[in-house]
């Protein structure tokens, strides 16, 4: 096949821009598909009915004829009456044009002509395939369900079934086949159905694929979007039967990247500066509590403050001229209008190598853009020079606190926060405090090595965080929330993701914000089913990334990966084992990707050794998963769990409580019971045993309310990860078993 003709596109898009135009004419938009490879029907334009004879309809061929308006703002033809159907016939075509040409809207400039392609109009007999530039990604190519019904199906069907994602950057070609049949469109065209052939095969739609994804040097200067709705599936391939194209406005600004040295200084500095430290309790003065409370060197710290010599054991200059040498990180707490020009002031004197901004007011509010701006406007000179300047995290952050940094200027009060017993190789990047902070109280009592709330982004993104912790070992999970990524932020994210997930480290990401409000603007179909969150799920799960539904989630992925990291699963085969049979059905509803497989006959000897005595196999058979009812106590549970575990038909468990029961002491000593969870040969004492006697990942289940809180602390504490329900486990561990062992 002739590869894509991009000198004929670029003379096309040129001379439409040429013209004024914002989208291209039809006409224009066929030559575009036949310029790319791309096959269209057989066509002709004339200027009305008067141009419609016998020997252009033979040309045409077919039996039908298909007749659409063509002009500046036809666009939704269907809904203005642009588009009719008429038999092969001069007089038919005429009276067709005619008719049209009374009740359009607008005058048209010409018609198109064209031989109806028959097709099957079925689900995969009409395919999307659109080219579009996104802000965050880049180019990326969408696949789904084309036709009338696109947008209801796409509606309608699973997220991550709707659409399959391309990109030109972030998908291995070697991949291609396998992201485009995650569409269920897809599928229906390239798969047999019912014993019937498949429609169209499956190189055929992977050759359009790259022939879109060839356009992406041109975007976003020359072009922003392509749509083809819809390509029609035939016995000889696809056939684009209607295109939209919309041009770029000119190249972007461009931005320059950020030292990724003054990073690693921002997140772990040898000296600090703090401005905005009251005499009495303010968020400054509390930040330069918490930076000694964490054990920073206190002749390490300079606070800016007019009018003080020393404030809590820490010398202070009235101004940034008395500073007395140029520290790694400045804090800043000013208010919004004082602060551009003290960062300004800062960075063109090179008194440090990172600011942390923390007020808002910088572009949220009304007027607040001339202060960000005048911002940029300094970071952009300061690039220049020889080490790229300093970088800013902010504003309207809550900062960062930094185990390895031993500082803290997360302004909370310290009782506010649980004291994170357990150190976690986590780092949470966030663009909330908010989030941040939740998150540090729900994932109690693990202690998060870094915590980064980036804010607006003026300056680091939430790509050169990830980034840099690809290069930090002893991070072992990252957790991110964003709201949206800074312009091409995200390819970058997600090219760091990559590098994260090749070492066996994860990514959980939870991004707000992925309502559809605003895809109206666009005349097309793709903004509006391929927005930008649709776009950054695809790409972030062919990428790797766990991807979070809900904030809850978030924090189960969270923390189960951080307590299974050095536990990679071989593969996806689930044990399951619960005194619930509620348990079992839910296990077994939502193992999602997980296999439950059938234990082997060696497997079923070895619980029946455990169960037959207790009396459980005169109440249920030995199945996966296997229901312990509520006769098993903590030895029987650890015990069945132990041989699952051990199976070699099984990669991954699950270990289920309902401990309402008598048998497993599941509640501290107390008043009106003789349990005890502390006690030896309770069922946390046992699983706990059962956690270090264990290499294979898997999870606990404590299904209970408030009163079995100290049960679920007792395992956390022993590093067993803990979900609340059932199915919550499935899911987490399932995703942590998706990603199978590191390299995979």
């Known amino acids: 096949m002739t590869p894509p003709d991009l000198g004929t596109v670029r003379r096309i898009l040129d001379a439409a821009r040429a013209a004024g135009h914002a989208t291209l004419l039809e006409p224009d938009g066929l030559a575009l598909l036949a310029a790319l490879g791309l096959a269209v029907p057989a066509w002709r334009l004339v200027a009305d009915e008067d141009g419609v004879d016998a020997p252009l309809l ?12 063509v002009g500046p703002g036809l666009v939704h ?19 067709a044009i005619a008719a049209m040409r009374a009740r359009l809207p607008v005058p048209a400039a010409g018609f198109t002509v064209s031989a109806l392609v028959p097709h099957d109009r079925d689900p995969g007999g009409e395919l999307l395939l659109a080219f579009r530039w996104t802000d965050d990604m880049g180019p990326v190519v969408a696949v789904g369900a084309g036709g009338i019904a696109t947008e209801i199906l796409a509606a309608d069907l699973r997220p991550d079934r709707a659409l399959a994602i391309a990109s030109p950057t972030l998908t291995p070609p070697d991949r291609l086949d396998g992201v485009l049949a995650q569409a269920t469109a897809a599928r229906l065209a390239t798969r047999s159905v019912r014993g019937q052939p498949p429609r169209l095969a499956p190189e055929r739609l992977a050759d359009a694929v790259r022939r879109l994804l060839a356009l992406a040097p041109l975007a976003p200067a020359e072009l922003l979007e392509l749509e083809i709705n819809p390509a029609a599936v035939t016995p000889a391939g696809l056939v684009a039967l209607d295109v939209l194209v919309r041009l770029g ?10 030292p990724a040295a003054a990073v690693a200084r921002l997140l772990a500095p040898r000296s600090i500066g703090i401005v905005g430290v009251s005499s009495g309790m303010n968020p400054g003065r509390v930040i330069l509590q918490n930076v000694l409370r964490e054990g920073f060197d206190p002749a390490a710290i300079t606070v800016v403050k007019p009018g003080a010599v020393e404030m809590d054991g820490v010398r202070c200059v009235p101004d940034l001229a008395a500073m007395p040498s140029r520290v790694d990180l400045m804090v800043v707490v000013l208010p919004a209008a004082a602060t551009p020009g003290f960062v300004a002031e800062a960075v063109e004197r090179d008194l440090a190598a990172s600011l942390i901004v923390i007020p808002g007011g910088l572009e949220e ?17 300061a690039r220049a020079r020889p080490d790229g300047g300093p970088v800013i995290n902010g504003g ?24 994170g017993a357990r150190p976690a190789p986590i780092a949470l990047v966030t663009g909330s405090g908010a989030f ?26 939430a790509g050169d965080y990830l980034a840099h912790f690809a290069g930090d070992p002893a991070v072992r999970v990252v957790g991110v929330y964003v709201e949206g990524f800074a312009r091409l932020d995200g390819a970058r994210f997600l090219e760091a993701a990559a590098r994260l997930r090749a070492d066996g480290r994860r990514v959980v990401l939870y991004r707000a914000g992925r309502t559809a409000a605003g895809a109206g603007a666009s005349a097309s179909h793709t903004a509006a089913i391929a927005g930008d969150a649709a776009v950054t799920r695809a790409l972030a799960r062919s990428a790797g990334v766990a991807w979070a539904e809900t904030p809850a989630e978030f924090d189960d992925l969270l923390r189960t990966f951080a307590l ?110 003789d349990e005890d969870l502390a006690r030896p040969g309770a069922v946390a004492d046992v699983l706990a045993s059962l956690w270090r006697a264990t290499t294979k990942p898997w999870v606990a289940v404590v299904d209970a309310g408030p009163m079995y809180e100290p049960l679920r602390a007792r395992l956390l504490e022993a590093g067993v990860p803990v979900l609340g329900t059932a199915d919550a486990a499935a899911r987490a561990l399932g995703a942590w078993c998706e990603a199978g062992p590191p390299g995979a």
């Open 396 to 419: 309207n952050c809550l900062g960062i606190r930094s185990r390895p940094g031993r500082y803290d200027t997360l302004f909370i009060p310290r009782a506010k926060l649980p004291p």
């Open 249 to 258: 406005d000119g190249p972007l600004p461009v931005r320059r990247p950020r």
């Open 436 to 461: 941040a902070v939740t998150r540090l109280s729900r994932l109690a009592p693990l202690d998060p090595r870094y915590v980064v709330t980036i804010g607006n982004q003026t300056d680091l993104t």
């Open 58 to 69: 033979d040309d045409i061929g077919g039996e039908r004829i298909v007749v659409k308006a």
């Open 365 to 381: 509010k009304s007027g607040g853009g001339a202060y960000a701006d005048r911002l940029q406007a300094v970071l952009a000179a």
């Open 564 to 673: 299974l990291d050095g536990r990679p699963a071989a593969g996806r085969r689930l044990g399951a084992t619960t005194n619930a049979g509620s348990e079992c059905v839910t296990i077994a509803d939502h193992a999602g990707s997980l296999d439950l497989v059938r234990f082997s006959p060696a497997t079923e000897q070895a619980l029946g050794r455990v169960l037959v005595p207790a009396g459980i196999t005169s109440v249920v058979d030995v199945r996966n998963p296997l229901d312990l009812t509520p006769i098993a106590d903590a030895r029987i549970v650890g015990e069945t769990a132990r041989i699952i575990l051990a199976a070699d038909e099984v990669d991954a468990g699950i270990v289920g409580l309902v401990p309402m029961t008598d048998t497993l002491d599941g509640l501290p000593a107390g008043e009106g019971h």
């Open 77 to 95: 033809k269907t809904e203005i009456g642009g588009v009719a159907f008429a038999d092969r016939t001069p007089a038919a075509v005429r009276a």
